[in-house]
């Protein structure tokens, strides 16, 4: 990890997948493989079957970072006819397709709808207010009024074994069957004993001095982007209070946006997410060479 999170660090994209924890959590979901050169961090993933509508060629490049972007993606070209690949770029950001495009001529482009990333104004899950966020507003008075005692407060070094042992909880309760949902719990430990690595900050709720839920997100520039939200469904309101409490652990610091990821498909997590009324999306796509 500190051999490539500088490349990482100094993406300038905001979309969730140039960031450390993105890049390091999926690493065995995707089977990625990495290499440097003249400075410049080249990755590579390979698609579960079930996500290659049967594609017999599973590999996807990410975009190159740091050095030459011109020369790097000419590289990366040069490497697919070599490994007889199909050359094509992935979850690549709205901004940069014109750029593929002045370098390669004509290509085919594709959208991610899956992998957009939810955005939203700051100042709005903070307050929670507005007529469109009555229901997440009624949601979090419902929590406070049930729950009186419930505390929310920044992770602290000795929060982490308390943290290990609800995730066990929560990762063994029979609610994970997505194969993603699988991948991401078998390191979440690594991410909550590392967190330093990951440039993470969190937050976790507790009830009767319990913990119930927890964020993780980090910071770049005015940009938060929220990772990971988990809660006890048994506490009917702990998400909203966990999207709104973890956006007050930043109050004072700039921050004007917010990005919570992606819902990779998942029905109830689109729902959840337009639910919250995100101000933009931030596009992706497939890029294939001919």
Not at 223 to 245: C, M
């Amino acid at each position: 990890m500190p051999l490539l999170t500088p490349y990482i660090d100094a993406a300038p994209y905001k979309t969730c997948d140039f960031t450390r924890t993105v890049f390091f959590l999926w690493r065995d979901f995707y089977r990625m493989d990495f290499a440097i050169e003249d400075g410049t961090l080249y990755s590579r993933l390979y698609a579960p079957e079930w996500l290659t509508d049967g594609s017999s060629d599973p590999a996807y490049q990410n975009l190159p970072l740091g050095g030459d972007f011109k020369k790097a993606c000419l590289r990366i070209r040069e490497d697919c006819r070599a490994g007889e690949h199909v050359c094509r770029f992935c979850t690549v950001p709205e901004e940069v397709v014109p750029v593929l495009r002045e370098i390669f001529g004509e290509v085919k482009v594709e959208e991610q709808r899956d992998f957009f990333d939810y955005v939203y104004d700051y100042d709005a899950l903070v307050t929670v207010g507005g007529k469109k966020l009555a229901g997440q507003r009624n949601h979090i008075h419902q929590f406070e009024r049930s729950f009186p005692d419930a505390e929310y407060t920044r992770i602290a070094e000795n929060d982490v074994p308390a943290l290990l042992a609800f995730f066990d909880r929560y990762a063994h309760s029979g609610t994970l069957t997505d194969p993603s949902a699988i991948a991401e719990a078998a390191l979440m430990p690594e991410v909550l004993t590392h967190m330093d690595l990951y440039g993470l900050v969190g937050g976790v709720l507790r009830v009767g001095g319990e913990i119930v839920g927890f964020s993780l997100g980090d910071v770049r520039d005015d940009w938060l982007t929220v990772h990971v939200e988990k809660a006890d469904n048994a506490f009917r309101g702990a998400y909203p209070v966990l999207v709104r409490n973890f956006c007050r652990l930043f109050e004072g610091q700039g921050i004007r946006f917010v990005n919570r990821e992606d819902d990779m498909g998942d029905e109830g997590l689109r729902y959840s997410k337009t639910s919250w009324h995100p101000s933009q999306m931030l596009r992706k796509y497939i890029v294939t060479l001919p």
